[in-house]
Structures are given as structure tokens and as C-alpha cells.
């Protein structure tokens, strides 16, 4: 299947060949046509599935095909909101619009919070026919009356779980509520939970239902594998694939915004370009970071799970776990970040002793064991004993019984004394984990709190 069988213009074919598309992805293949057609879409699509084009063609193509009702003053009317749960997905949207709709005379503009509120309102008086906003902001606009929502024809929930998760549910009642009953609406989540079927039935018309990609399942044209090494020869080892040529570009996880900090800085010292990304980073520092990772000034992005949501990051050839997830699904939105567009990707994790247990709940929901390669010089100490790391259940999994270790007195010594080896060894890492781990309970607020983008 090709795109000129999807119903786009040619002005709109020529634009998705000149970013070197040929061939649609399936939620491209399914959800385009019934948009051009003006169905409500309710469409489950996991990062990396093509679904910012799934709806930027269909919606650029109405645009054209249609003049919407302007201003007594002669203004443009806006026709298209866009709402997105984080800045960084909100400027990616945007660009998106303006990148497949450049030859024609429609405007676009973001609204998101950490920037000037001044600057946004003059470009909300030029005019735009579509805006992309968090929810937050938008509604601070509303608030001041700097925003007309009456006349909008289409919306779009972007990564609706996400909104949801975010503790986001009330504003976007909210604005679902200012605007015209008479609309199409657009709805992309990861899966179709009963909280985000429940927001279909509230304010969709008989939408129709899109699957992109089975659940649980990894990206075709990723090639994963483990690495396993000691968890203190972790940057060692990836500084050393980074040299050899084996990794690089990357997007590199952490579970922490300490960690990612102290990974990069690490990085910088091993004479690698890196940067990290995190929700302590201003929108400036975070903009300026994604940019020179894009540009390839940056080698190294340095990410946590919460601040790389809706980063889109075209042709990434690498994602490395430098520390496995605590929940087994961000293994798969991690590494759906790569092999995008028909290109391979790798995926690349780095696991110590300690790690086994989340290893073997990511391979349980992957119904197979990745592949494990042991890079000389770096195989594990069989000495040392592992601390395990519990994973978390799956998002909506009933929890297991709470399983009792029994005390192990000649164990703990032993791994006590495993430990101080080790600081001896490494100088001040054991304060700076013991650090990470103090910041992960901000992170679990980042994730649920309902602090505004």
C-alpha cells in the first residue's frame, strides 16, 4: 500500500515523499481515509507508529477543502485544536504542521507553558487555523480571553492516556465543554482503557475504532539485545561502545533525573557529546538539549521515562536501557523510539545482576528471551551478589502476593562487603546511587501529579 491510494492531494503526496516516506504505516493506512472523510477516530497507537501524520495529513487536507467562518473584524477563525500532555510533544506537533503543510497559507502556532505568555497572545491575534496546546496553558488563555474556541471544526486528543495519567481529566472535560458540539473529533492513546472508552462515549459520535499494533508486542525492525555488566562499569562500557563505533547516536534512559545528569556529565568527561533531558531542566534547556541531539552536535541525549514522552526523533538509530525500567510496558515505549520508517533500529540494554528480575518480567511480556551477547573485558564478577530490584506490575495487573525472604544474616555481610569493595573501588558512587534512588519518588510524582505542562 502506498500513499497515493489513501485519498491525499498531490500538493500533500509530494510532501510526504519529500520527507523520504513511501510507504504508510498501518494506524497512516487505517485512520487517514476515515478522517478525510470526517468520521470520528478513536485509534490506539503506541509511540512510533507514524500516528502525528495519521492526523496532520487528513486534517491539512479538510483544511484545504474547506473556508471556515472568520471574524466581524476580517481575523481567520481557529479551526483546529490539537491538545498534547507535554511541551516538548506540543512543539513536535506543531512542527509537524508546518513541515507537511509549508506550500500552503495556513497558519499554526503552539501554546504551552515555561515560555512568555505575552508572545503567544500576539500570535493568537494573527490568526492561526490550528493551534496545539497543553491543557493548562490553554485554559490560561481562556481564562484572559486571549483564545476563541467557539469555531473549531476538528480536535484531536493526542496521547489521551497520557492526559489522563497525568492527572489532566477535569481540564480537558473542561475544554471539551467550550467547544461546538459539532465537530470532528480525534482521539490517539497507547490503549483503549476503560477511563479513555468512557471519554470516547462522553464526546465522540460513533467513532471509529483503530488498532494499530497488537499490545506487548516490540517494533519489527528493532533488533534487541542484552548486555550484561556490573552495574558500576555501566558508563565504562558504554563509553567504550560509543568510541568503537558500535553506538552512535543514542537516546539512553535512566530511571532518574539525577542519574541523567551525573550519566551526561560522566559522558562529557569520557570526551562525548552528551546532554540529558529531564523535568528540572527549563523549556529553554530542554528545547536547546533535544535541538543539538537533532542537529548532531550532541552524540548522547540522556533521558528519563517522563520527560522523553512525545519526543519524536526522526531516524534514531540507537536506544540504550542504561537501567532497565521498573515497569516492563516502558520497555516497549522505550525502544518503539527506534527502527521507525522502514529503518532498523537496536536497542541496546544494560543489565547487572541486580536487574534480572525486571530483565525477566520485560521478556515475560515480550513472550521471549532477548538475545544476551557478553562484550569482552566486561563480564560480570560472579562474586558479587545481587540486590534485587522488585518490578512493578503492569499498568492495571492485580498485584501478586507479597512474597517473605527469610533473614539472611552470612548473606547480608557478605553482599555489605560486596558493596564496600566497590566504593573503594568506584570513590563516591554508592552516595550518588543512594542519591538516584531518593529521586525516584519525584519522578512517580512527575508522573501522576497534575502540575500544568
Known sequence: MSFDRLGLTPELLRAVAHQGYTEPTPVQHEAIPLIIDGRDVLAAAQTGTGKTAAFVLPILQRLDGTRGNGHADGRRALRVLVLTPTRELCIQVEESFRVYGAPRPIRSTAIYG????????????????????TPGRLLDHVSQRTIDLTRIEMLVLDE?????DMGFIHDVRRILGLLPAARQTLMFSA??????????????????RVQATPRNTAPDLVHQVVLPVDR?????????????????????????????NRLAQQLERDGIAATAIHGNKSQGQRVRALTDFKQGRAAILVATDIAARGLDIDALPHVVNFELP??????????????????????????????????????????????SEVIP??????????????????????????????????????????????????????????????QMPGERLARHGSARP
Open 114 to 133: 515555561g515560555v512568555g505568555f505575552d508572545q503567544q497572545v500576539r500570535r493568537l491575534r494573527l490568526g492561526p487555523d490550528i493551534v496545539v496546546a
Open 160 to 164: 489521551a492516556d497520557r492526559m489522563l
Open 191 to 208: 490503549t483503549f482503557s476503560p477511563a479513555i472508552t468512557r471519554l470516547a462515549s462522553d464526546f465522540q459520535r460513533e467513532p471509529a
Open 232 to 260: 558500576e562499569r555501566k558508563r565504562e562500557l558504554l563509553s567504550q561502545l560509543i568510541r568503537s563505533g558500535r553506538i552512535d547516536q543514542a537516546l539512553v534512559f535512566t530511571r532518574t533525573k539525577h542519574g541523567a
Open 326 to 371: 521498573m515497569v516492563a510496558e516502558d520497555y516497549l515505549h522505550r525502544i518503539g523510539r527506534t527502527g521507525r520508517a522502514g529503518m532498523i533500529g537496536d536497542a541496546v540494554s544494560l543489565v547487572c545482576i541486580d536487574e534480572q528480575q525486571l530483565l525477566a518480567g520485560i521478556e515475560r511480556l515480550l513472550g521471549h528471551r532477548i538475545e
Open 377 to 438: 573485558g566486561f563480564a560480570p564478577d560472579s562474586r558479587i551478589r545481587p540486590v534485587a530490584v522488585p518490578a512493578r506490575p503492569a499498568r492495571g495487573a492485580r498485584p501478586g502476593p507479597r512474597q517473605v525472604v527469610p533473614s539472611a544474616p552470612r548473606q547480608h555481610q557478605q553482599m555489605q562487603s560486596a558493596q564496600r569493595d566497590r566504593s573503594v573501588r568506584r570513590g563516591s558512587i554508592g552516595r550518588a546511587d543512594r542519591h538516584a534512588r531518593s
